[in-house]
């Protein structure tokens, strides 16, 4: 009987070990999913350290993780801290908002040469949902909604700037006045829909130093046609000549006041001549960024030699000046990645071979960009770290980010050894600059107004 008993029950044995293997299986997979799904997110209260950013680095830009590793000369403070916060909506105002409703399917992508450009455009976003339609084209449609993001018809702010070699020498090379003015394809609340002075324009960036006394007057004016296949103006102002000398297209790559940013860095991410641009949609991810700083942090800058110590760690060889907890919490952001390459065609004699755009899905802006040279390697990483203002004129709740002031705009330059920072204090938008003047045209955004600088 026990013989012809074994048989069963051995079996038996073999299934009751069958199922607490199984049921172990299910226990350690639930496990690992809910591992997983924490994994998928940063909970606010997260602190990230030197000892633990390995475990958030899905959640970095490469040029954020570059840093952390500092395995290309620069790196962050043995001691550094990032707080996470509570993600905060940082949505595009109300007035644009109804402009893209109204201008939707408008636009289309039409291709020029090898590249492409949207056209025609009217207002708002062109592509208020850019995953829609043609999956070749995704890249290009994120791209244009990052081209003709929400703007205010003004903003100026006073910025200083910074730079540190690879000596560890940090320097307050210039402080400048700040302005951006969009002309044309206006949405703002009491401004018509092109200004009177526009002309051909679209987007202009003035630069203009200040101090120290050596360069004062020196400016910058980059100004984007409304036609984006036509080639932007570069201009530069040269107070020993007491004129301004038109540039060439060469000088997209030149540094800006002696900084590791050039022109077709300015406008925050995207290059002018997009058309000359091979545009691919990288994909989707949740990355980590300071959005909502503390205001008291863009109230000074920092002394002659160093950044303000109450916001930012200290620079030093081979150590970034980077804001400490003073600055604010970050938050986790969705944003859609793209790949900005030059057509092979255009590619000869330009400064990036790639530029890696990291674009936020709510409002489209550039939230940071690494750059890589002609050979692939990681050259720069880009990082405008910010305080958004509430809209002058707007609905309650209505919000602008300005790219002139209350932000900090990082540039790591790991290939030459230098990192730049520029902070931009508290400025003014559209009507709020009225008394300083910074709504007229022929002074601040157009090519005449470089002839009034020393009068």
Known sequence: MLAEE????IPLRRMIGALLLVGAVALSGGLASAAGEEAATIPPGTKITQKNWEQYQQFMSEGMKA??????????????????????????????????????????IVAVGGGFVAEPYKTGLPFPDPLKGDPSQIGQRIFWDLWYR??????????????????????????EIIAFSQLSHLTDPGFPENDPNAGPYYYVAYAEQVAPEAGKYTTTLNLLLQD?????????????????????????????FGTDLTFDDNFEGPPGLPQLFDIKY???????TLVHGDTHSFDTCGTASNVDSRYYYMGSKGIVPFPNPGSGAWELRDVYVLSLKRLPQNSPGYCYGNRLLYVDKENFFPDQF????????LYKWNATLLRPYPMPGGKPGDQVISISGQNTAYCVNFQDKHVTVFIGLHGCINNDCQAQGYTDATRWALPEGLSKIMQ
């Open 228 to 256: 984006p296949r036509a080639e932007p103006e570069l201009y530069e102002f040269v107070p020993t000549l007491r004129r301004s000398l038109r540039l060439s297209q060469s000088a997209r790559c030149a540094p800006l």
């Open 370 to 377: 690494d750059l890589y040279d002609a050979a692939g390697n």
């Open 150 to 175: 929400f703007h205010p018809r003004v903003e100026e702010a006073p910025n200083c700037s910074y730079v540190l070699d690879q000596f560890g020498n940090m320097t307050r090379t210039a402080d």
């Open 67 to 108: 840093v952390f590793k500092g395995d290309h000369f620069w790196k962050f403070p043995d001691n550094i801290e990032i707080d996470i916060g509570p993600t905060v909506p940082i949505p595009l105002p109300s007035f644009f908002k109804s402009a893209t409703e109204a201008n939707q399917n408008v636009t289309k």
């Open 6 to 9: 074994l048989p069963m029950r």
């Open 282 to 288: 990288v994909g989707e991810k949740k990355l980590i």
